[in-house]
C-alpha cells in the first residue's frame, strides 16, 4: 500500500519538549500538505512543501513551528517548546501536482497531546 | 476572510433514503470542490472532486456545483449505516491550500 504515511500515530509530550512529526507522500507524490485539527475546529492549513522547498508557510504559527521536507528521507514538521493549545492532531496531505485541481490524500494523522 | 460554511447537523436520514449535504463558499475565485468523508478518530477520505458547473456522480455519490450561487453539494443515494460519518466540503482558489468546511455530521439510521 503506497498510502501517505505518518509517525508517530500518537504523541505525548510534557510543555516545553519538542515535538517532531513525520510524514512520507504517496508514491509518485512530491507535494506534501500539513494541516492541523483543533478539537471541535475544521481543518486549517499549515504549510506546503516540496523537496527541499518551503513553497507557503502562510498557516504556520509564526513562532515555534517550522517544517521540512529534505531531499531524502520525510517531511518533518517541529514544534518546539510545546504547549497545552499545540494538542491536536497534524495531518499530512499529498499530491503528484501544486495545481488547485490537484486532490490532496491524507496520511492517518498523528494525534499530538500536551501534558 | 474566505468562508466555507457548512451545516453542523447531525443530518438523520434512515437506511435506504437520500442524504443531501450542502456547503457554500465565500470566495468567487474558488475553482476546485472537494469532498471528504472522516469517521471518528480518523483521517479525511477523498470521496469526490468537482470542477465545473453541474452534477458528478461516483457510485452512490453526486456532487452537485452551482458557481453562481456559490454552493456546493453532495448526495449519498440509498444511505447506509457505514455512511455515518462527518463529510467536509473544501475548497481550492488558484492555490493548492484546501479551506475547509467544519463538516456535517450524518448519521443512517437501520
Known amino acids: 500500500n503506497a498510502g501517505v504515511m505518518q509517525n508517530p500515530r500518537h504523541l505525548v509530550r510534557r510543555r516545553g519538549q519538542e515535538a517532531r512529526l513525520r510524514c512520507s507522500p504517496m508514491?509518485?507524490?512530491?507535494?506534501v500538505y500539513w494541516y492541523r485539527q483543533l478539537p471541535e475546529e475544521g481543518l486549517k492549513f499549515m504549510v506546503y512543501?516540496?523537496?527541499?522547498?518551503?513553497?507557503?508557510e502562510s498557516g504556520m504559527p509564526k513562532e515555534r513551528f517550522s517544517a521540512e521536507f529534505p531531499k531524502e528521507g520525510p517531511s518533518i514538521l517541529r514544534i518546539q517548546q510545546v504547549v497545552r493549545g499545540d494538542s491536536a492532531a497534524y495531518f499530512c496531505?499529498?499530491?503528484?501536482?501544486?495545481?488547485?485541481?490537484?486532490?490532496?490524500?491524507f496520511g492517518p494523522g498523528t494525534r499530538l497531546t500536551v501534558l | 476572510q474566505k468562508e466555507v460554511e457548512q451545516n453542523s447537523g447531525p443530518l438523520s436520514v434512515p437506511e435506504g433514503a437520500i442524504a443531501s449535504l450542502n456547503c457554500t463558499y465565500s470566495?468567487?475565485?474558488?475553482?476546485?470542490f472537494f469532498w471528504y468523508r472522516q469517521y471518528s478518530g480518523k483521517s479525511p477520505e477523498l470521496i469526490m472532486s468537482?470542477?465545473?458547473?453541474g452534477d458528478k456522480e461516483d457510485g452512490r455519490f453526486t456532487a452537485q456545483l452551482n458557481k453562481a450561487s456559490q454552493y456546493v453539494s453532495l448526495l449519498i443515494r440509498d444511505s447506509q449505516p457505514s455512511d455515518s460519518a462527518t463529510y467536509l466540503c473544501?475548497?481550492?482558489?488558484?492555490?493548492?491550500?484546501?479551506?475547509f468546511g467544519k463538516g456535517t455530521s450524518l448519521l443512517v439510521t437501520p
Open positions: 508514491k509518485g507524490h512530491s507535494h
Open positions: 496531505a499529498s499530491s503528484p501536482r501544486s495545481t488547485s485541481y490537484n486532490e490532496q490524500f
Open positions: 468537482i470542477y465545473s458547473n
Open positions: 473544501a475548497v481550492a482558489n488558484s492555490g493548492y491550500a484546501l479551506n
Open positions: 512543501l516540496q523537496k527541499e522547498n518551503i513553497i507557503d
Open positions: 470566495d468567487r475565485g474558488s475553482q476546485s
